[in-house]
């Protein structure tokens, strides 16, 4: 509990710089909303997800950090229950995951691309547990 609340606070301290970068924002907001999802703060985590949504939205694609940001909003809306947003952003997550995958011209990164990036492989697992195939 105590690394989690230390982790918060650091989060929250990294979003208040003013001249922090846009991608480094985003990051901070979908860590804090990890960290709250975990300190079962499903509302606030929710928050500060959609934070990050709309700093990916303006900026685009962020690598790696693109599948971390759809997966925490992913989660915090199962969290709070909010089955149709929940379905919508995991179609969008696996969505954008299989046209990154489809790109990687090497089978064996391609695999290892959505079974051992663990945010991958999570949005990879709530896909096929819910149905979503990308496509809704």
């Given at each position: 509990?105590?690394?989690?609340?230390?982790?918060?606070s650091?989060?929250?301290?990294?979003?208040?710089?003013?001249?922090?970068?846009?991608?480094?924002?985003?990051?901070?907001?979908?860590?804090?909303?990890?960290?709250?999802?975990?300190?079962?703060?499903?509302?606030?985590?929710?928050?500060?997800?959609q934070?990050?949504?709309?700093?990916?939205?303006?900026?685009?694609?962020?690598?790696?950090?693109?599948?971390?940001?759809?997966?925490?909003?992913?989660?915090?809306?199962?969290?709070?229950?909010?089955?149709?947003?929940?379905?919508?952003?995991?179609?969008?997550?696996?969505?954008?995951?299989?046209?990154?995958?489809?790109?990687?011209?090497?089978?064996?990164?391609?695999?290892?691309?959505?079974?051992?990036?663990?945010?991958?492989?999570?949005?990879?697992?709530?896909?096929?547990?819910?149905?979503?195939?990308?496509?809704?």
């Amino acid at each position: 509990q105590a690394s989690l609340e230390s982790a918060e606070s650091q989060a929250r301290e990294a979003l208040h710089g003013t001249n922090t970068a846009a991608t480094i924002r985003m990051h901070a907001h979908a860590q804090l909303a990890s960290v709250l999802l975990d300190l079962a703060r499903p509302e606030e985590a929710l928050e500060s997800a959609q934070e990050a949504g709309t700093i990916f939205g303006s900026i685009g694609q962020v690598g790696q950090a693109e599948s971390f940001v759809r997966l925490v909003i992913a989660e915090c809306h199962l969290r709070c229950d909010h089955k149709t947003q929940a379905r919508a952003a995991l179609a969008s997550a696996h969505a954008s995951l299989v046209i990154r995958f489809n790109r990687i011209e090497d089978s064996s990164l391609r695999l290892s691309f959505v079974e051992q990036v663990e945010e991958n492989a999570r949005i990879v697992q709530l896909a096929a547990e819910w149905g979503v195939n990308g496509e809704e």
